[in-house]
């Protein structure tokens, strides 16, 4: 075994590899490497800050969303009820008692969300300023 031997490895064809010379290829592959994986890193992360803002400003919206929708379904009901009260204390229809306050809304310029909280609250249709 000569000194070349002993300081390396014999390739497929039988020529001796030396190890230093080997080694001189490695710091400059490990860092091409590395700067790869850096790389990548800082684009999913990116990707992943913008995923995480999007998620989160729709999460807002949902909760925004959810939110109408449970004043719309009280107010719904509210109105429900006014235009029951209206139909008995006026008897007229349904149609009828939504169409009456709907011109109370206009006429004195309030919402009719408003004006069905004060039918129901009264328990009376009597109160509504009939136009």
Do not use: C
Request: overall charge negative.
């Amino acid at each position: 075994m000569n000194e070349h031997e002993s300081r390396g490895q014999r390739d497929a064809s039988g020529d001796t590899l030396d190890r230093e010379d080997a080694d001189l290829d490695l710091p400059d592959t490990q860092a091409e490497e590395a700067a790869s994986r850096e790389a990548a890193h800082e684009d999913r992360h990116a990707v992943d800050g913008r995923l995480i803002a999007r998620l989160r400003a729709e999460g807002l919206w949902h909760e925004e969303h959810a939110a109408h929708l449970g004043q719309a379904l009280r107010s719904s009901r509210k109105i429900g009820a006014a235009i029951g009260i209206v139909m008995a204390d006026l008897k007229v229809g349904e149609v009828a008692a939504f169409e009456i306050l709907s011109r109370v809304s206009q006429h004195t310029n309030r919402k009719l969300n408003d004006v069905a909280h004060e039918v129901v609250d009264a328990g009376s249709a009597a109160s509504l300023p009939l136009p």
